[in-house]
Structure formats: C-alpha cells, structure tokens
C-alpha cells in the first residue's frame, strides 16, 4: 500500500457555500505532505472531513486502507490530530492529559503508560510532567498536543495549522520535532498558510485556493515551473519594456507587479542579468532599479492565483486569533 | 463492554475535586436553603397552621426538606450539563468525537458525574437538616432507617440521571453559554414551583394540579418523604398517606423520564455536528 491518502471527487459545502469543490489527491506512505493556502480556502473542511468530524458528503477517501464512509471507527484508530486551535483542558496536568486521552482511544494500561513517559521525553516536557496545562508556554502546548497525536501509534497525524501564532524559534523546534516524527515512519498531513512552512518540511504540497486544487508537485518542481531565476525591473517605461522582453530567448513571461516588473527567467540569473541591461539601454528604456531573486512559494502562489497569500490573510489573522482568545 | 464513560467519569470528578470554589458552592448553597429559608418559613408556618391530633404531624422545616433535595438536584444537575457546553467551547469535544468511543459514552460518564455529585449533596443536606433538626428518619429502628436511605438513594439516583441527560441534550444543541443558561433558569422555575416541594399541591388549581402530577419532581419528592418521614403523617394542614404501590408508581415514572431523556439526548449526540 503506497498511497496512504486517497481522495477522489470529493466536495464540502456549508448550505449555498461550496468549501471544497471536487478536489483529487493522494498522498505516499512515509510522506510530508501538505495543504497550502490561504484561510478559507478550504483546508480546515478538508482534513475534518478526513479525521471524521465532519460528514463526507461527497466523494470518495480512503486512509489507510480504510473506507471513510464505512470503517469510521478504524479510521479513527489509525490517525493522530493536532487541531488548529488550541484543544487542552486547562484543569488537568501534562501527565493526565496523555492518560485521558490513552484512555479514551482504549489503550492498555502497562502500554498507555510507558507510552506516555516515552513520550513525555520526546517532547521534553519531563520536568512539567504534573504541571497544568494552564501553566504552559505556546510552545509547550503544542508540544503536549503533538505528543498526544502520537499516543495512539498513527499511521497519519494530521496537523492543522501547527505553527499558527508561535515564535519564529519555536516555530522551528516544531518543525525539528514534526521531521523526528516523520523519521520514525509515520506520515505527516499539514495545512499550512505560511510559506516557509511548506517549503521548509515537505516532500509533497499541494496548492489549494476557494475550495480547489491549483498545483500540486514538490517545492522544488514547484518554483522550477516559475523558471531558474526572476528579476525583478523598474523602468521609466514598463510598456515599453515588456514589448522588448516579451520575444527574448530565455525569458519565459513578463507580468506587471504593484512596484514594477516581475521577469522569469530560464537560465542562470546572473549571467542572464546582463543581457538584459544591455538589450533595454540598446532600446533606449533607463532602469530605475534592478534585483534578482529565486522563486519563492510565494510566487508560486501568486502566479497560479494572480494573488499574494498575504494579501489574503490581513483580516482574517485577526479574526482567528479573536477566536482563540474567547473564554 | 465499553468503557470510556469511566474515563469521561474520571475526569468530571477529579476537575470537580480540584475547584475549590465549585466544591464550596457544592456544600454551601444546599446549606444555606435550608438553614435561611427552612428556618425562617418553618417558625411563621408552624404558628398559622394547627396541628391535627391523632396523626403524626411534621413541621414545616421536615416538611421541606425534601423540597431543598429535589431543589439541589435540579440546579446541581442541569447546570452540570454546561460542563459540556465547555468542552464544546475550548474544542475538547473535538478529541472526544474525533476517537473510536462511542458518542454515549461521553453522555453516561457526565451523567454519572451529575450523580456523584447529587449524592454528595443529599448526605450534606441530611446531615445539616439533623443539627438543625429536620426529623427524617423519626422514630425508625436501625433496620428501616438503612431501607430508608436506601431508598431515598434510589430515589436520587434516577431522578439525577433523569436530569443530567436533559441538561446534556440542551447543552449539545444549543451553541451560545447565554442560551443554555436562559433554557435551563427558564425550567428550573416551573419545575420547581409546580411541585410539592415547598407546599402541598392538593391546594393547587386543577390544571395546575394536573401538570404537577406529571412533574418528575414531585413524584421524587413523594419518594423522599416516604422514605424519609414514613407513610402516614400530616403537614401544613394537609394529610398524607402513600401506599406501597404509589411510591411504585413515582420510582417507575422517575424511570420512564430518564429514559426518555436518554433517547433525546443520545439522538443530539448523535446528530451533533463538532467542527
């Protein structure tokens, strides 16, 4: 069984809303995938639908070998979750909450408990071990819901948004730990709106946007289909420009972006550079400014949407960490 | 057989134990009925109303001391219910809905934390009503007053359990925390002033008299003074007298409501969307 992921048609709306429109996809064994796009694109819905709190209303997915519709219960044991907001009882310690939560998943005893302690370690939580979860960094907390994710031995954890609101240094110990857990063999499904996130953790991403799949591919192959390299020109005459590039061997598009040019290249940049220069002072076009840059998933983004994801999030970041806040 | 309601169980009780303030208002609040209001009301009531010779009469304060059980019970047990309110606020119902357990689980083990704490409060309020001298259990040998906190527990038992699936369907239906206690403060008032708790309903108009017959806490109530006072015996200028199968009766309409409520509520768990 290579694919552990398998979703077919599958679609999602709330009432008139169509939240997930007939998307395809699957996803290997062993893999970091993950679900890339701005808030409300439709990730949430998606992987709520794959870890069963919501109906599957249309379509078909299989995870581990196993029917959504029909096998929910072995489904539900072969999956770990890490949700996108916060999910502690504040009123119970770091220990209890792995005991609640080996309990309710029907782990043996002698098991649940030398589970927990491995665990505990894996996530060096050992000195907070009878600490309530109310006394806990952002850091930690996340930490102790990774570590309850695992408590169960998944095939797949699902992660939602795992870094949503932490420090760049944190951040990065997340990551380290989300790595070790792939490491070990288990499977990794991450939705993700930060960029960096994606690019930095995995094998497979996948670009999602109002309910639809825009591009799919490793990080690599991504920013490759952009081109080598892209320069980005401001000129004293942008129409101009674009006539005399447009033609140009080695270049593969010219867009417009809010301060000037975006030009993409498909050679190696800085020996192409020149070229460039000398064919705009031969047509009598001054530059104003001129740098050069890898593509990033952020160009990716918006060369598929037209859109820059953070445009996309300004309002919304808002609105979501209002919501964590509430009682 | 499952078991995951012990797990839920074990986590009501031990968030139960660890807040203070929660246990103290536990303790306090039946206390406080008793001692303020069944003082007061006994000491004007038991001057207006005459005793009548030849048949045990009870004061007032005995007299209404079942009504501050039943009264407990139905504000311990639907506000308990707004414990799951919350972990469907902070998401933890996600972590519950999203394992192999079954949904009714979550459902027994609140409602059995709901009894828990029901008979914690019982055994309070008979043993501050005995210092402040409710006469339950007056004049039983050792033998029938065990049958009557035996039964009196019974009695509890149900009418709890009745209560607690109630109070977790409305919770699981209704989103908003000022709704639910808007629902909940909304029945607490009917159920409790339509009943015998605090007066006799014999008094009361027809239709009333009618719609309290059919009120799960009188027929509790009558339970407790059964079992608490005995069979036979006058207050406010009222006679009692239950038979046997009357009180049959009252256990098996208790059993009837805390099964409906069960099919209610396991249907909202069941059809209860978590995202």
Not at chain 1, 82 to 91: A, G, K, N
Not at chain 1, 120 to 126: A, S
Not at chain 1, 132 to 161: C, H, Q, V, W
Not at chain 2, 136 to 164: E, W
Request: glycine letters at 8%; a neutral charge.
């Amino acid at each position: 069984m290579n694919e552990i992921i398998k979703v077919e048609n599958l679609s999602h709306s709330y009432g008139d809303l169509l939240a997930v429109d007939n998307i395809t996809f699957s996803v290997k064994k062993g893999q970091i995938f993950s679900f890339l796009g701005p808030n409300g694109a439709g990730k949430t819905t998606t992987i709520n639908i794959l870890i069963t709190l919501l109906p599957l209303q249309k379509g078909e997915v299989t995870l581990s070998g196993f029917d959504l519709k029909k096998q929910k219960d072995k489904v539900r044991d072969s999956i770990g979750i890490v949700f996108q907001d916060e999910v502690l009882d504040r009123d119970l310690t770091v220990w209890e909450t792995l005991e609640f939560h080996g309990k309710i998943y029907s782990i043996p005893k002698e098991i649940r408990r030398s589970r927990i302690e491995e665990l505990i370690q894996l996530v060096e939580l050992t000195s907070k071990r009878d600490e309530y979860t109310k006394n806990l960094s952002g850091g930690m907390k996340r930490r102790l819901e990774i570590a309850r994710g695992l408590l169960t031995r998944p095939d797949i954890l699902f992660l939602d948004e795992p870094t949503l609101g932490l420090d760049p240094q944190t951040r990065m110990r997340i990551w380290e730990y989300i790595k070790k857990v792939n490491d070990e063999g288990i499977t990794i499904f991450l939705t993700t709106h930060y960029m960096d996130e994606a690019d930095q953790l995995s094998d497979t991403i996948l670009i999602i946007d109002q309910g639809k799949i825009i591009a799919e591919g490793t990080s690599e192959s991504l920013k490759n289909a952009l081109g080598k390299d892209m320069v980005y020109l401001e000129t004293d005459d942008n129409d101009n420009t674009i006539e005399v590039l447009r033609n140009t061997k080695g270049i593969l598009n010219v867009k417009r972006s809010s301060k000037g040019l975006i030009v993409v290249i498909d050679e190696e940049g800085s020996r192409f550079l020149p070229k460039i220069i000398d064919l705009l002072n031969r047509n009598g076009i001054g530059i104003l400014s001129v740098s050069l840059k890898k593509p990033s998933l952020d160009d990716v983004f918006l060369h598929y949407t037209g859109r820059n994801i953070r445009d996309e999030q300004q309002g919304k970041e808002s609105f979501s960490s209002k919501r964590k806040g509430g009682i | 057989m499952e078991t995951g309601f012990l797990t839920v169980y074990w986590r009501e009780m031990l968030k139960f134990n660890r807040s203070k303030i929660m246990l103290f208002v536990a303790i306090i609040q039946p206390a406080l009925w008793l001692i303020l209001f069944g003082i007061a009301m006994s000491n004007s009531f038991d001057i207006i109303i005459p005793e009548i010779p030849s048949i045990m009469s009870i004061d007032y304060l005995t007299f209404m001391a079942a009504g501050i059980i039943a009264m407990t019970i139905l504000f311990t047990c639907l506000y308990s219910g707004i414990s799951i309110l919350i972990d469907k606020q902070f998401g933890l119902m996600k972590e519950l809905v999203a394992s192999p357990m079954p949904r009714s689980q979550i459902l027994i083990g609140t409602t059995f934390s709901g009894m828990t704490k029901s008979f914690i409060q019982v055994i309070i309020i008979i043993v501050i009503g005995f210092v402040i001298g409710v006469q339950f259990f007056y004049g039983y040998s050792a033998q029938s007053a065990f049958v009557g906190i035996m039964g009196i527990f019974a009695f509890v038992a149900l009418f709890s359990i009745g209560l607690m699936f109630l109070s977790s369907a409305i919770a699981m239906k209704i989103e908003s925390h000022e709704a639910v206690q808007g629902v909940i403060t909304l029945l607490t008032l009917p159920l409790f002033f339509l009943s015998n708790a605090l007066y006799p309903i014999e008094s009361f108009p027809a239709p009333l008299k009618l719609i309290s017959a059919f009120n799960p806490l009188t027929h509790f109530i009558d339970g407790v003074r059964y079992f608490g006072i005995g069979s036979d015996f006058t207050a406010m200028g009222t006679e009692y007298s239950y038979e046997t199968q009357d009180i049959l009766i009252s256990f098996t309409f208790l059993a009837g409501f805390a099964i409906l409520m069960y099919f209610i509520a396991w249907r909202t768990f069941k059809n209860a969307v978590i995202a």
